[in-house]
Structures are given as structure tokens and as C-alpha cells.
């Protein structure tokens, strides 16, 4: 009786688990010419975090992106890549002023995950690098 138990308790526990899978790998590439000097470079090694917790799961990373497959999402959204990008134009609309109307671009984006994986909690970060430069 026993062992026909644990069989459905581990479908029932793969059914209703969650798992995130993210990564922003874009795909559009702009071409821009930096050599006639129509910018500047306005903000460097700029940063945004992001950060999601889980329980009973397991956080992990393969270059650009972070994975976690976990029972619960306890903490975060879930939506790293989104939330490290918008928390890093934060940090710049706070040092800088606002970029709405600028001409500018991200550039020597750099991506980090961090995972802590305990037995029963497990948390991924993400955080994103850039430097910002404005074209005239």
C-alpha cells in the first residue's frame, strides 16, 4: 500500500510545482557607428536587481539564463530580466534625471545570476550591468 503511494504523491508534487525559466537574449541588433563622436557616454556600470524565492525547489544557471523548479513561488514575480532592466533605468532616472526624450541606448550589458539553494528555500538573483550613452 505504501509503496503505491509515493508514486502519486511525487506526480501530485510535479503537477503542482512551479518553475521559471528566464532570460533576455535579444534578438534585434542595431548597428551604430561610435567612431564620429555624436555621443556621449553618460552613466557607467550602472545596475538593477532583481530577485525571486521559492520552496522545495532547486535555482539554477547556465550562462544568461536562470532557471528554478520549485513546489511554491514565495517571494518576487518571477519576471527577473523585466525587473533588473526597469530597476537599472531607475538607478539611472535617479543619479541623472529622466531619459524620456533622450536619445539613448544601452550598451556593454552584463548579465549575473546568483542562487542560494537550501533544502527547503531556494532564491535566484539577477542582476544586470550597462553602461548608458545619449546620442546628440
Known amino acids: 500500500m505504501k509503496t503505491k503511494f509515493l508514486p502519486i504523491l511525487f ?19 542595431t548597428v551604430v557607428n561610435l567612431e564620429e563622436g555624436n555621443y556621449t557616454i553618460q552613466a557607467t556600470n550602472l545596475s538593477g536587481e532583481s530577485s525571486a524565492g521559492y520552496i522545495l525547489g532547486l535555482s539554477y544557471s547556465s550562462g544568461p ?11 518576487g ?7 533588473a532592466i526597469d ?7 535617479e543619479q541623472y534625471g529622466t531619459v524620456r526624450g533622450e536619445k539613448a ?4 550589458v552584463r548579465y549575473d545570476a546568483d542562487m542560494l539553494n537550501l533544502i ?17
Request: aromatic share 10%.
Open 87 to 93: 530597476n537599472l533605468w531607475t538607478s539611472y532616472e
Open 11 to 29: 506526480i501530485s508534487f510535479l503537477l503542482a510545482g512551479c518553475s521559471n525559466s528566464g532570460a533576455f537574449l535579444a534578438v534585434n541588433q
Open 77 to 83: 514575480t518571477g519576471m527577473l530580466y523585466a525587473e
Open 120 to 136: 527547503l528555500y531556494t532564491q535566484v538573483k539577477v542582476t544586470v550591468r550597462a553602461d548608458v550613452i545619449l546620442f546628440e
Open 105 to 108: 541606448a544601452l550598451t556593454n
Open 65 to 75: 539564463v536562470a532557471n528554478s523548479l520549485a513546489i511554491a513561488r514565495v517571494s
